[in-house]
C-alpha cells in the first residue's frame, strides 16, 4: 500500500511515471515556479487538499490513495510532534 511510503517520494515517483516535469506541474496547478512542487517532493510541503483530486488526475493515480498516503504522513508526523512535546513537559 501506498501509504507505507512516505508522501514525498510518492507523489515524486507518480509525477516521474507520469512523464511530466514539475516545470509541467506548476504551469497546469497555476503556479509562477516549479519550487512549490520542487517542496512536496522534498517533503517541506505539502499541496492544498483542493488540488489533491487535479493532481492525481495529472499524475493518473487513485485520488483516494494520494489522499490516503498524505494523510498518513500528516498523522505520523503529528504522533511525534505531540510525543516530543509530551517527553520534554
Wanted: glycine share 4%.
Amino acid at each position: 500500500m501506498a501509504s507505507k511510503k512516505m508522501f514525498r517520494d510518492y507523489i515524486r515517483d507518480a509525477r516521474i511515471s507520469s512523464g511530466l516535469s514539475q516545470g509541467d506541474v506548476a504551469s497546469k496547478l497555476g503556479y509562477s515556479t516549479p519550487q512549490f512542487i520542487s517542496n512536496w517532493e522534498r517533503g517541506v510541503s505539502m499541496p492544498p487538499i483542493d488540488s489533491l483530486k487535479t493532481i492525481a488526475k495529472m499524475y493518473q493515480i487513485s485520488p483516494e490513495e494520494l489522499f490516503e498516503t498524505m494523510e498518513a504522513e500528516i498523522v505520523k508526523d503529528l504522533k511525534l510532534s505531540l510525543h516530543k512535546k509530551f517527553k520534554t513537559a
